[in-house]
């Protein structure tokens, strides 16, 4: 069975499923059939009898006779009237008229021979064999004058019961055959509507595996069964696979692009340098211009590292209680030194705020929200940083009063390498926020923006209270 497929397998089994039921149903019907025959002849032989005991009269004096289709028979001083109502054979049971201790008088007794030492017995039933069958008798002793020495007896096969058990069986054993014959069919038929969401599933993935399509689906329809859950859960891992197919091409298109500038500056001022002699002045242009662009391509190879280490922790991120006041609090105290382009930071932080996080990455997150504040803050402007916790969420929010930005920007600043147009000239890799938002979201938390152009920006950090 190993090499069979799952269709034929499982018409297999339903089949073996269904005949063993079919054969045990008719088997015990078979049985109580059998049980139920055979008390019924019984219950037929003793009915026939006792109808009969009617039927025999004893008179001393016959007079008249004539037209009368009763039998009379001398018996003793007079004579037995035998009612043309008896019923000597009916339906296999015989009736037979004996005298004590075992004269036939009237009837018919087909295993009489073997009956001769089975002693009369009133109202009970007895068996006896006679050639390999079994024969069940029932005797009723007559009662009345001069009838005290005569009894009934009457005599049935047990094989009445077992032709029509027989005959059952015939029948039982051509509906089995036809059953069998029904149960492959409606089995392979059955199996074979049952998969075919499996055979959609396996054409999709060769497609997906043969063509590197990943925009291929297995669109089944509608159903709530296993299969049906099945092709859906391989239908949205397939859209997430082409997602990050799209953001992996993109994200390598990108990663590629912005290396590709601080390289072709370096080597495009190495091969100025080494193409004819400097003067000491313009060797050390040359070399901070180096300087700066490597400074440029290892802080993006850093974030670019850091962009990889998240997205592995997405499911073994490591939280611990913190006071998120006091870490707060203690970034801006730092980042307040920078004073880059003479902008002021303050902060409103609410005390004692307690949450479940990992120190390292909310430093991070908030330490890339002010560079970037610091970054597109106007000279002499201000940065507010603030915290705070109401019953449904903690805070935190960024706010500073910079250049700002478009409406249809601010989806996109999420994006990696993503940059608006008025910064393209800013020294930022495109990763910050990008960092921020992964960050936020191994947290369970999400990342909002409120932005107007030449107003400034304010970017909010959230935490549902039921996550401490």
């Known amino acids: 069975m190993k090499g069979w497929s799952i269709r034929w397998k499982i018409t297999l089994w339903f089949s073996i499923a269904i005949i063993l039921m079919t054969i045990l149903t008719i088997f015990s019907e078979l049985t109580l059939s059998g049980v139920v025959l055979q008390k019924g002849i019984q219950d037929q032989l003793i009915e026939i ?14 007079e008249n006779t004539d037209g009368d289709s009763d039998l009379y028979m001398e018996y003793k001083e007079g004579y037995l009237e035998i009612d043309d109502d008896f019923l000597d054979v009916v339906n296999h049971v015989y009736t037979a008229l004996y005298e004590e201790p075992g004269t036939l008088l009237y009837g018919e007794n087909p295993v009489a021979k073997a009956a001769e030492d089975k002693p009369f017995v009133n109202g009970t039933i007895q068996t006896i064999r006679c050639k390999g069958i079994r024969y069940y008798i029932y005797d009723h ?9 005569l009894w009934l007896r009457g005599i049935v096969s047990e094989e009445t019961g077992t032709q029509k058990i027989h005959f059952l069986a015939r029948i039982s054993l051509i509906l089995l055959l036809a059953l069998c014959f029904l149960a492959v069919i409606g089995g ?62 993109k994200f390598t298109s990108d990663a590629s692009h912005e290396l590709r500038t601080p390289v072709s500056v370096i080597l495009s001022q190495c091969e100025y340098s080494l193409s004819e002699p400097q003067t000491r002045e313009e060797y050390m242009e040359a070399l901070q211009l180096i300087e700066r662009q490597g400074q440029r391509m290892s802080t993006m190879i850093n974030e670019l590292l850091t962009v990889t280490r998240l997205e592995q ?8 209680p913190l006071n998120f006041s006091q870490l707060v609090e203690a970034v801006c105290q730092d980042m307040a030194l920078i004073r880059e382009k003479e902008i002021c930071l303050r902060s409103e932080i609410e005390k004692d705020i307690f949450i479940q996080g990992n120190k390292e990455l909310l430093i991070q997150l908030l330490n890339n929200l002010i560079v970037n504040a610091y970054r597109y803050g106007k000279p002499n402007g201000h940065i507010l940083v603030q915290l705070s916790r109401t019953e449904e969420q903690v805070r ?73």
């Open 49 to 62: 009898v006792e109808n009969n005991v009617d039927e025999i009269e004893y008179y001393e004096i016959v």
């Open 396 to 468: 935190l929010s960024v706010s500073d009063d910079g250049i700002g930005m478009r409406a249809e920007e601010l989806p996109q600043i999420w994006n990696r390498f993503y940059q608006a147009d008025v910064s393209r000239g800013s020294q930022g890799s495109g990763l910050g926020l990008s960092i921020v938002k992964e960050i936020a979201s191994l947290h369970q938390g999400s990342m909002s923006v409120e932005s107007k152009p030449g107003e400034g920006s304010t970017f909010i950090f959230s935490l549902k209270i039921n996550r401490f």
């Open 141 to 149: 002793h007559l009662q009345g004058e001069n009838l005290e020495e």
């Open 313 to 320: 922790k997405k499911t073994s991120i490591e939280l611990e």
């Open 188 to 249: 392979y038929w059955i199996a074979g509507n049952c998969l075919k969401p499996v055979k959609k599933i396996q054409a999709a993935v060769d497609s997906i595996r043969e063509g590197d399509d990943l925009s291929k689906r297995i669109h089944i329809g509608k159903g709530n069964d296993d299969l049906h859950r099945l092709a859906n859960t391989f239908d949205e891992m397939f859209d997430r696979m082409e997602k990050v197919f799209l953001q992996q091409k």
